[in-house]
């Protein structure tokens, strides 16, 4: 059970984002696949209650359905980062197909996102749009293809919140262990997730904050 990305796929794909490199106490949050009616809120308030700044990779149709919960999360300070349309798997589409999907979640961000900025990524010295492949799935094509409009944001943690043989206490303790400065860690803002994230969320982040760590948004 991989907690920590293999050592060896950063450097296979260095275009790609997997850590910011830094020595400081941070840890950058992000959460696919919402926003969603009850984890997504679940998630805001407690960020909220331990001052907390994480990224978003939303789903467009999800945004879509969901525009009210979609502007809390840019109202409450949060970055947003684009997870396509439909929640495609790359592999399984051809390069203009997916770049379209990608395209349409696009549309559906900017529709909201207009008149609200978290102005987070500059913070980073990050330019452009934040883009995160469903699955992590995607082809040399269409990493190439992104390039000149997004950075391509991948992890160094995954929470294994969403793998319902993981029980609640191993999610915790593999996200704590796998935990390093600069680690960009994947939790689930969805209802397959919700019953990990739950458990496992407050209770990591009261871990790292005692630990005096600070969570930024990408």
Known sequence: MFFRTPFFLPPLLPKLVWRIPTEAKKIYLTFDDGPMPGPTEFVLETLKKFEARATFFCIGDNIRKYPEIFSRILSEGHSIGNHTFNHLKGWKYSTGDYLNNIEACDQQIQLLKSDQSTGSSQSLGIQGNLFRPPYGRITLSQIAALQNKYRVIMWDVLSQDYNQ???EINCLKGSIKATRPGSIV???????????????????????????????AL
């Open 165 to 167: 043989s993981v029980s």
């Open 186 to 216: 994947v939790f689930h803002d969805s209802l397959k997730a919700e019953r990990n994230l739950i458990y496992a969320l407050p209770r990591y982040l009261e871990h790292f904050s005692n630990l005096d760590y600070v969570f930024s």
